[in-house]
């Protein structure tokens, strides 16, 4: 891969930094009236999803890093691996560990697409789409004509995620949810 | 980009700024400061080691040269204080390859002006008047920092006699990154732009003086009466983290002059930088005698960037650099 200099610095480059690939959220440029200029630069590990403050001399540069994030509709799981599909047309398929998966877990759904992030040719992490739709498999009964109160409770749904719903919501009922808070929106 | 032809700046704000510029002309004009004009390109460049001067080659009169963008009109202005011009001033466009950011363009505008016979304190005066005749609303009152208790009030260190060590451990922490092999005044750089700057100006204007000798740039060295210690002679201006202007008691030595030329480009040599041409008609001029006084550089851009509340510098700027 080749090398990225401070000033090449830009949000969405991805970058090696302390062995992982990370990608640059924000760079600054600093400098004091007169000395040595510093680049002040947030990344993301993409491993770990953790973002860093770093500190550079203007001018060092960091590794490329290979990492692309595609596009994969999820298929099944065997219990050991989850597996997605590219949906470029290509049917190829990528073998996913938990340890990659992370939270996506809870949010897996067959047929949904998925943004995959590849490394060096292997699943890093998986990222919902910002909003899912899934049916509820275990409430509380609702409570009729109680619609407009508020109040919730916990709702358990078909891929897992337990989210807390208003109490008119029955079990069988399909929700839309947010992914990134993990809230119920509305009904779908 | 389809729409990248447009200006950086809106076009109420390039009306705003061009009000602002004829402000600070008019403030010259009645302190009696004559305006100058000075190359852009010139045979000397900046050997400040911190500074990358952009060149270029030319046919001239004397055939193909390399001539250098100027970083500052500083030399060129020396050389009209030593042909007794009287105190002058200058909107001088400058070029630092590599300086990009919200408050850096690689190509930019000084406001840079030299008083003979004015010592320090009466230029850090007059640089604050010129900042409140530009921002709309008074900024509150001008305190004087040094630099060595800036250090000892923030960080709890003396940045003249901390253990290199120690610096270079605290840099890196601060920093989160490697300082092992970094010299003082680097770690003293980098604690200053991350750990003092964003809060200087608060409240204010905030003048911070005596800063280490090693960080003179073209500013008189002298031993500071409280413990002996050799200061340079040198301001910068602070409004809201921002870094104004800066400020030196002028080196009119030309012995001091060249030492110090030489001196910078056997540190680039060390780093692994380009040389600079030196300019030798600054030596010239310094020889036949420039008078003493000061001088400070102002980032105008800056100046307008803070008067009109903009996050961006170039927002103040007709066309920055990625639109030029």
Redesign the interface.
């Known amino acids: 891969m080749a090398n990225y200099s401070t000033?090449e610095f830009k949000p969405g480059l991805k970058v090696m930094l302390d062995g992982d690939p990370c990608a640059i959220l924000e760079n600054?440029?600093?400098?004091?009236?007169?000395?040595?200029?510093?680049n002040?630069v947030k990344l993301r590990n993409l491993m770990t999803g953790r973002v860093?403050?770093?500190?550079?001399?203007?001018?060092e540069s960091l590794e490329g890093a290979d990492v692309l994030e595609l596009d994969m509709e999820y298929l099944y799981t065997d219990g050991e691996m989850w597996y997605f599909m590219l949906t470029d047309g290509s049917f190829e398929q990528y073998p996913v560990e938990k340890k990659a998966l992370g939270d996506t877990e809870k949010w897996l759904k067959e047929q949904v697409v998925y943004t995959v992030t590849l490394w060096n040719d292997n699943v890093i992490n998986v990222t919902p789409p910002n909003f899912i739709e899934l049916e509820v498999t275990e409430t509380d009964p609702g409570l009729k004509g109680d619609t407009a109160q508020g109040g919730s409770k916990p709702a358990t749904l078909s891929s897992g995620a337990v989210v807390r719903v208003p109490l008119f919501i029955n079990e069988g009922e399909v929700l839309k949810v947010d992914t990134r808070s993990g809230e119920y929106v509305s009904r779908a | 980009m389809i729409d990248d032809w447009r200006p950086s700046a809106e076009i109420a704000t390039l009306r705003e700024r061009a009000r602002l510029i004829a402000e600070v002309r008019a403030f010259f004009a009645e302190r009696g400061v004559l305006e100058v004009e000075t190359p852009v390109l010139g045979h000397g460049g900046s050997t400040d080691v911190h500074l990358a001067s952009l060149a270029c080659a030319a046919t001239t009169p004397a055939g193909r040269e390399r001539l250098w963008l100027q970083t500052s009109p500083e030399f060129h202005m020396k050389r009209l204080l030593a042909a007794g011009s009287g105190p002058i001033f200058q909107i001088a466009r400058c070029f630092r390859d590599g300086e990009v950011g919200t408050r850096h363009n690689l190509e930019f505008t000084m406001l840079e002006w030299y008083r003979p016979g004015l010592d320090l304190d009466g230029l850090i005066e007059e640089t604050a008047a010129l900042i409140r005749r530009v921002l709309p609303i008074d900024p509150g009152p001008l305190r004087r920092r040094r630099y060595r208790e800036l250090f000892r009030a923030s960080l709890g260190l003396d940045p003249f006699h901390e253990p290199l060590e120690a610096l270079r451990r605290l840099a890196g922490e601060k920093g989160g990154l490697s300082m092992a092999d970094a010299p003082r005044d680097d770690c003293l750089d980098l604690l200053m732009s991350l750990e003092i700057e964003p809060g200087l100006g608060r409240e204010g204007i905030e003048v911070v003086v005596d800063y280490p000798a090693g960080q003179a740039a073209l500013a008189r060295r002298y031993r500071d009466p409280e413990d002996g210690e050799w200061v340079a002679a040198r301001f910068e201006v602070y409004r809201q983290g921002l870094e104004l202007a800066n400020g030196y008691d002028e080196l009119t030595d030309a012995e001091e002059q060249r030492a110090r030329f030489a001196e910078d480009n056997a540190a680039r040599r060390a780093m692994g930088l380009a040389e600079v041409d030196v300019d030798a008609r600054l030596l010239a001029a310094l020889e036949a005698g420039m008078p003493e006084g000061s001088g400070v550089a102002l980032g105008l851009d800056r100046l307008i960037q803070l008067a009109l509340g903009k996050a961006h510098v170039a927002e103040v700027m007709a066309f920055a650099t990625p639109r030029a």
Do not use: C, L, M
């Open positions: 000033n600054d440029y600093v400098k004091p009236g007169k000395g040595q200029a510093f002040r860093w403050e770093r500190t550079f001399k203007s001018g």
